[in-house]
């Protein structure tokens, strides 16, 4: 699948995502709990207040006035916060997730950047606590500015600092002995030879499918055109053998590296993860090779476990058809290398002896060049 076909099958239905739906329809989650329990306290909170002004009015009378409305607040509270509990939950779980994704050296570059910060405040504050009108708003004003603007330029540049690179070589020392991450491309999954390479145990570690990738497979799947359907109802079966595959671990991650095009978060997931891309499509391999990811192209692979034919070696072909050029015929072997046999155009549908003068190597594959043999 190329390029321009991926962008217009980009996912555009939230139906693809089964986790959100899946957490709608079962228990609650504890983010929803905890903002119900949160709501619920407010609202006693609420009721005391108003329960203790009307007994200093005298308009509620009785010892136990006041617990009785402070637990009725409490549940009203309760009761009346599902629907924004609901909503609120969905989006502090999705913060939550977004937040647990960040990597561990921004986390350690604006924490740095926060702490100098909150250093050169109090160091300002002690200078200007003498300046007449100078109040904690200043102050807090301050901080904040500073806090904001340091903790983003350390942020930006934490790969100028020692301690990101000592923080780095820690992870990468530490990750040496275990094989790298392999994210799947949807061009790779409709390929389906990826099952194939894992059977021969030429790939490990990890096999991740992103969940975009599943969704963009499913549009593909749903198209109206039957070729794109068949495409995409295919890739979906490879999905089911590669991860019914006893040997290799599978994982669908969630993660959204952000806005783009599927290319484009497939290129920020490997980066984000330090895993490999493993895909058919030759713009993709370019771009991600150029922003430093480490591509696994299983073209690339089948052209380099193809047989290698000298010149001067005999081959038995059928020519198959005429080839571009006058007099030229077009033969295949098993591994569907082209091969161009001078002369030949007469003899189509014949079997022939042929000896291979040379061969090119595009990238699209390998071409040989052959001409019939004599006698």
Known sequence: MNSSERREERPTRSGAAPDASAGRSG??????????????????T????????????????????????????????YLLSAPLADRWGERLDAL?????????????????GATLALLVTV?????????????????????????????????KHRRLFAVDRALRASRDASTTDRPQDKVVDTSAIIDGRIVDVLDANFLDGT?????????????????????????????????????AQAHVRTEV???????????????????????ALVTTDFNLNRVAALQGVRVLNVNQLANAMRAMFLPGERLS????????????????????????????????????????????????????????ADG
């Open 207 to 243: 096999i991740v499918i992103p969940q975009f990738v599943l969704a963009e497979l499913q549009r593909i799947a749903d198209s109206d055109e039957p070729l794109r359907r068949k495409r995409g109802r295919r890739g979906l079966e490879v999905l089911d053998r590669l991860v």
């Open 46 to 77: 609420i009721a005391s207040g108003v329960a203790a002004a009307l007994l200093t009015r005298g308009w509620l009378t009785g010892p136990n006035t006041f617990t009785y409305v402070t637990i009725l607040g409490l549940l009203l509270g």
């Open 317 to 372: 072909l059928t020519v198959v058809r005429e080839g571009r050029e006058a007099g030229q015929g077009l033969a295949y072997l098993e591994d569907g290398t082209m091969v161009v046999i001078e002369d030949a155009a007469e003899i189509v549908g014949r079997t022939v002896d042929v000896v291979v003068t040379s061969s090119l190597q595009t990238n699209m594959g390998r071409m040989i060049f052959a001409r019939v």
């Open 253 to 275: 991650v969630t993660v959204d590296p952000g806005p783009g095009a599927v290319d484009d978060k497939l290129i920020a997931l490997c980066q984000l993860r330090d895993a």
């Open 27 to 44: 228990a609650p989650s504890l983010s929803t709990i905890v903002i119900r329990l949160g709501l619920a306290g407010a609202g006693a």
């Open 123 to 155: 160091l300002i504050n002690n200078v200007l606590a003498a300046v007449p009108g100078f109040t904690w708003f200043w102050s807090l004003v301050i901080a904040i500015v500073l806090v904001s603007a340091s903790s983003a330029f350390f942020v």
């Open 96 to 112: 939550l997730r977004r937040i647990g994704n960040v990597p561990p050296d921004v986390v350690l570059a604006a924490g740095t």
